[in-house]
């Protein structure tokens, strides 16, 4: 490829992301009450099986500080576990809390998704660290995306 399509390929990309960086923060609400959402989960577990008082530990560990919303999932699918924080201080929501990893919610949809492994499969599952003995060109764009994640498990 010569260096004109090089260049072309990575102007388009360039175009490409920004314009999906654009519309992903046009999509974002801008109201204030966004922040105090809930999270919720699908597990594969009967609602009579899980209780709001015999949660997992990683959510017990939060007591009354957060709201709890057990449902049946719609389609007989499960049960929905929805947690929000009660008091959510209007700073750490913000995106450069978000940023530098100081946003309550991460560690809440943390603890969200190990109560879920938990109650599915009776363990939190992690992956290897190091995952293989060579350094790849698509491991490091995977630990690129998982270091952007911060831990919440989205991107």
């Known amino acids: 490829m010569t260096l004109r399509k090089s260049l072309w390929a990575a102007a388009a990309g360039l175009t490409a992301g920004a314009v999906v960086a654009l519309r992903r923060s046009k999509a974002r609400p801008a109201d204030p009450a966004a922040a105090d959402r809930w999270l919720t989960v699908t597990i594969n577990r009967s609602p009579a099986d899980i209780q ?17 919303r057990i449902r049946p999932a ?11 924080l009660k008091d959510m201080p209007s700073a750490a929501s913000s995106v450069p809390a978000r940023l530098a990893g100081q946003d309550p919610r991460q560690d809440l949809r943390r603890s969200l998704r190990e109560a879920k492994a938990l109650l599915e499969a009776g363990e939190v599952l992690l992956p290897d660290a190091p995952p293989t003995t060579h350094d790849t060109p698509g491991g490091k ?6 270091r ?6 989205v991107l």
């Open 141 to 146: 764009l995977v630990g690129l995306l998982s």
């Open 148 to 153: 952007r994640a911060r831990g919440e498990g």
């Open 52 to 68: 709001a008082d015999k949660l997992p530990t990683p959510l017990q560990r939060y007591g009354d500080r957060i709201q709890t």
């Open 74 to 84: 719609p389609g007989d699918r499960g049960t929905e576990v929805a947690v929000r």
